[in-house]
């Protein structure tokens, strides 16, 4: 048998290792944001988000350009889990499938109930559809040794494919009048990519210049521009070593760091900050407020629990190893945590709407600390404990 590379970590075990440590770091950058947001610096706050930067705003630059980067490393992670890891096969999708797809209607039917006499309100209908799976992985990390190894994948599977949601969710729904020609560039430059990965040009920085170009096109077209960060994941090439790492684990090792210390904790400050004094105790009762906390609070864990009861009740799939029905509840809990991709969603469909982009942000706020406190707090209760002798 070939040993096994040292130089080579479970990629899964790194995946959840960063993402829990980078939660825990989006967790006091948003803190500081809001506290910043609310004490006398707020202006100081508004004029550093709003600063001109090579023509557009810090937060334009933030948001548009180096979001593109976090979804690149979304698109890696993807294409890693789908061909290798815990997506690789039909058995493997089935739980998490249903979980995702479960987790993303229901949330979207309880806003859209919520603002269905606020047709203004109705185009957020996708905001507490996604997970945040740094958040998420973040309080289970907390927990440590009460939470079953099983649990930790099922939720970054799940997630996985929330987030592959969220980025059609984007592309089909929140894109702006779109330029042909731009289109038709951006295509043409795609298959450019196709066409390097199938003559096996295993380099990193041809893909990547390619990649900038086919940015700056998918920019210009219309699409958001982090579209086209997974379109570039999808063309880094892949395949087995056990001697050394493929382009596409150099590139998301060399990506991992810089997105959950640097590329998400910069985003959550520029976007998380939200004076409570500006608006005041009746924002908390806004339809895009109340549709957002309640789609994230209430609506994921339904739709997440009545779709995982469903696959394993008809055999399709069966419960996380190890995990009984309480603790499968608290992980459903902590799916409503929707941080990073509900306020980027958020800024995507109230672009011109300032007011509901602070009321989005709020409803994200509270219902996120709601499952969180409710996930940790379930799953505490629920933990097993440990046999006589176990440290």
């Not at 479970?10 to 004490?39: D, I, K, T």
């Not at 520029?270 to 009762?285: D, I, R």
């Not at 190890?322 to 509840?329: E, L």
């Amino acid at each position: 048998m070939t040993p096994r590379s040292p130089h080579i970590p479970s990629a899964l075990r790194r995946f959840m290792n960063s993402e829990a440590s980078g939660g825990l770091v989006l967790m006091a950058v948003a803190a500081l944001a809001l506290l910043l947001a609310n004490s006398p610096l707020l202006s100081l706050y508004r004029a550093f988000v709003h600063s001109p930067v090579a023509g557009l705003s810090l937060e334009t630059w933030v948001n548009d350009a180096l979001m593109a980067v976090f979804f690149l490393l979304v698109g890696l992670e993807i294409k890693r889990e789908v061909l290798h890891g815990q997506l690789r096969s039909w058995h493997d999708r089935v739980l998490p499938g249903f979980g995702a797809i479960g987790g993303m209607l229901v949330p979207a039917v309880v806003f859209a109930a919520i603002n269905w006499t606020h047709p203004g309100s109705l185009r957020g209908w996708a905001i507490p559809s996604a997970t945040d799976i740094a958040f998420a992985l973040g309080v289970l990390s907390l927990l440590g040794k009460r939470v079953p190894a099983s649990l930790k994948v099922f939720l970054t599977a799940l997630a996985v494919l929330d987030d592959l949601g969220a980025v059609l969710i984007i592309a089909l729904f929140y894109t702006d009048a779109l330029s042909w020609p731009m289109l038709g560039l951006a295509a043409l430059t795609f298959a450019g990519l196709v066409a390097m990965n199938r003559a096996g040009v295993r380099r990193l920085w041809p893909y990547l210049l390619v990649g900038a170009v086919l940015w700056a096109l998918v920019w210009r077209s219309g699409i958001h521009p982090t579209v086209a960060g997974v379109l570039l994941a999808v063309t880094v090439p892949e395949g087995r070593s056990r001697e050394t790492a493929t382009p596409l684990q150099r590139l998301e090792m060399g990506l991992e760091p810089w997105v959950a210390f640097a590329v998400l904790p910069i985003f959550a400050f520029v976007n998380a900050g939200v004076s409570f004094g500006a608006q005041g105790v009746t924002a908390l009762l806004h339809p895009v407020t109340l549709g957002v906390a309640a789609g994230l609070a209430l609506g994921k864990q339904c739709g997440v629990m009545a779709s995982l009861w469903v696959a394993v009740r008809s055999g399709l799939a069966q419960r996380p190893a190890g995990a009984s029905w309480g603790q499968v509840y608290g992980v459903a809990l902590l799916c409503g945590i929707g941080f990073t991709m509900s306020l980027f969603i958020g800024l995507l469909a109230y672009a011109a709407r300032p007011d509901y982009q602070d009321q989005t942000k709020i409803g994200v706020l509270v219902g996120s600390l709601l499952s969180a406190c409710a996930g940790a707090l379930v799953l505490r209760l629920t933990a097993r404990p440990r046999p006589a002798g176990k440290a």
